[in-house]
């Protein structure tokens, strides 16, 4: 019943490179976060979209882009991976900002080395 | 003061004990209110909605003091499957309009 996945579910990447996180949804929600999760962090959002091409930065935007061309998709790119952006990812998506719950995909591990 | 502060845990508790957990937001403007529970290596799923006059899911009591800026999670008869990470989350209406994820407070129930 997976209405969000995320892909890559895991990957290695090594410092220097850049490196895109993909969250596509089939629910047709307006709203879609970038999350990541650290040890002693909780979740801390990177940026959201409110609609197609509308996006925003969230508290730790810095070294992390994205896009979204469709309201399907939502693209995390790291332009150029550091060994701090090591962390798991979350994408999430809501009908409404911040005041209905948000649904989350399954993670995606990122290894940085 | 942090945004959204629990205490970490873990709480460690018997089977059929009831446990409480707290969190404090530092907004008195803020709006929505969620407990989320997180299993290990999973994603986090929406537990229960916490709503101003307070609401009751089977064994999960969920309270609101707006006043004390305050929200509280009471688990009743612990179960084994009970163990996971339990996030508080608060829409704290101030700039980004998203919510605001406590760090969680870690249950473990034994046996």
């Known amino acids: 019943d997976a209405g969000i996945t995320q892909s890559p579910r895991h990957k290695v990447t090594e410092t220097g490179t850049p490196v895109t996180l993909r969250c596509h949804q089939t629910e047709n929600h307006r709203y879609m976060y970038w999350y990541r999760q650290d040890p002693g962090h909780g979740l801390r959002l990177i940026h959201y979209?409110?609609?197609?091409?509308?996006?925003d930065k969230g508290e730790v935007s810095d070294g992390y882009s994205v896009s979204r061309s469709k309201t399907e998709d939502f693209l995390l790119t790291l332009e150029s991976a550091t060994s701090s952006q090591t962390s798991v990812y979350f994408c999430?998506?809501?009908?409404?900002?911040?005041?209905?719950?948000?649904?989350f995909g399954s993670g995606t591990r990122l290894t940085v080395v | 003061r942090k945004e959204v502060e629990q205490d970490p845990g873990p709480f460690n508790v018997p089977e059929g004990a009831t446990v409480a957990f707290n969190c404090t937001y530092s907004?008195?403007?803020?709006?929505?209110f969620f407990w989320y529970r997180q299993d290990c290596r999973k994603e986090p799923k929406l537990l229960m909605s916490v709503y101003s006059s307070g609401n009751e899911d089977g064994r999960f009591t969920a309270q609101l003091n707006r006043a004390s800026q305050y929200i509280s999670l009471l688990i009743r008869d612990s179960k084994l499957s009970d163990s996971a990470t339990y996030l508080c989350v608060v829409n704290l209406n101030s700039g980004y309009s998203t919510l605001t994820f406590g760090k969680g407070t870690m249950l473990l129930v034994s046996p």
């Open positions: 999430a998506i809501s009908e409404s900002s911040g005041f209905g719950d948000y649904t």
């Open positions: 979209s409110y609609g197609v091409k509308d996006t």
């Open positions: 907004n008195s403007a803020s709006q929505s």
